[in-house]
């Protein structure tokens, strides 16, 4: 007896070591994280780490506008956040403001004779990979400005925020955007939507009995590892480590059409409400095709490679091999929902800029998926505000605080 006791002391000691040894790592790891990419991950795996807006807000109740989202999430007031550049892997910080978006403080009352531009989007609108003064949405205020006599002074609002998908961007759209009354709204996403999980790969995937069988077991341990996962930083790294050391996993013709196929009819369900939206309140819509690649293409080769020619590689090699990968499933989708953008723009005659166009002979300003360099974002910036300053010639601005109208241009 008085052995048995023993042995469960000597377990329960050694029990308690191995948890105090991983708290210590989990601990340190997180403080070594936090000087790299801003003290929010110190609260990885809590409500803390990215501040969620549920669907109804004090302005205006996503709920109501049909929208059956569940809100968005953004930053916290003033989060501390850094960034670092590829290229010299410095460091740097990012500006938040007190209302959670990137670059300085939002006046909700607009200025008389301001034309306010609110851009939508998600990381490649946030400036993944920039700093304050090199996003797209700040050269694009600046562009305006510059050559603004008469036409009233410009004002660029950059609400993209990282990881959003479209239905999340019109629910942003609803309880942020509206309030602060623009007078043209941009859009620039796709590859989030395209990213959308894979569940739908694997719809009518055949298994027999025994396979399901495994996976009845093995779902609980799953569960019990991702919630872990979910809440450690350390298990977290370890899984990505093992993710990337595994073979990526591919998919056949039948899983890619269907993977597609379940994705255009929801993206531009949500353009076509938030542009519904804003021909009712009078807002200009201006919609982007966004540009993007997959890595099958060597970064030394990108340049003078276009986007058409690395989805027609794509194609070929889901032909040929019968199986493509992840990203380049994705890729095939971003065609798809980008192709079906530019049909439906040109079919309710929607002010279009095609970005796919405007960097496709410089693709090697894509520093990632779809995140741009400094002279990617000024590219976007003058195309796009070639585009507004054609529109907003004959466009009455709005000023919802009186009943003044400044209308500029002839």
């Not at 569940?199 to 799953?222: C, H, M, Y």
Request: a neutral charge; charged letters at 25%; proline letters at 3%.
């Amino acid at each position: 007896m008085v052995a048995q006791v023993s042995r469960i002391k000597r377990g329960s000691f050694y029990v308690a070591m191995v948890l105090i040894s991983l708290l210590v790592v989990e601990a340190g790891f997180r403080a070594v994280l936090a000087f790299q990419v801003g003290p929010s991950v110190l609260y990885y795996g809590t409500r803390f780490q990215r501040q969620n807006v549920p669907a109804a807000t004090n302005n205006h109740t996503v709920m109501q506008h049909e929208n059956t989202q569940q809100g968005y999430t953004k930053f916290f007031p003033h989060e501390l956040k850094i960034d670092h550049d590829p290229a010299t892997n410095e460091t740097f910080r990012v500006s938040i403001n007190s209302q959670g978006f990137r670059g300085g403080e939002i006046e909700e009352t607009k200025k008389p004779g301001v034309i306010r531009i609110v851009t939508l989007g998600s990381s490649s609108t946030f400036g993944y990979y920039d700093r304050d003064h090199e996003t797209y949405p700040y050269y694009l205020e600046q562009k305006l400005n510059k050559n603004s006599e008469g036409t009233g002074r410009f004002e660029v609002i950059n609400l993209g925020i990282p990881h959003l998908r479209s239905e999340e961007i019109l629910a942003l759209f609803y309880a942020e955007a509206i309030p602060l009354h623009p007078d043209v709204v941009t859009f620039y996403e796709g590859a989030n939507d395209a990213a959308r999980g894979n569940s739908s790969v694997n719809e009518g995937d055949r298994k027999n009995s025994a396979q399901r069988q495994k996976q009845s077991v093995i779902a609980p341990l799953k569960a019990v590892y991702g919630m872990v996962r979910d809440h450690l930083v350390t298990v977290a790294f370890i899984d990505s480590i093992r993710q990337n050391m595994i073979a990526e996993p591919t998919f056949n013709r039948g899983q890619v059409e269907r993977h597609m196929a379940s994705t255009s009819e929801h993206f531009l369900g949500n353009i076509d409400e938030l542009y519904q939206e804003c021909q009712r309140r009078g807002i200009i819509f201006v919609a982007l095709k966004q540009q993007a690649k997959s890595h099958i293409v060597k970064e030394a080769d990108m340049k003078g490679v276009t986007y058409a020619q690395e989805v027609q590689m794509i194609k070929d090699k889901l032909e040929k091999e019968g199986a493509i990968k992840t990203r380049e499933l994705h890729l095939l989708t971003h065609n798809i929902l980008t192709t079906d953008l530019e049909h439906w723009a040109a079919f309710n005659h929607v002010p279009f800029v095609n970005i796919q166009k405007v960097l496709d002979q410089d693709r090697d300003v894509l520093m990632s998926w779809v995140h741009l360099s400094p002279r990617g974002n000024r590219m976007i910036a003058d195309a796009l505000a070639e585009k507004i300053r054609q529109l907003v010639g004959h466009h009455t601005v709005r000023q919802p605080e009186s009943r003044t109208q400044l209308s500029f241009g002839s």
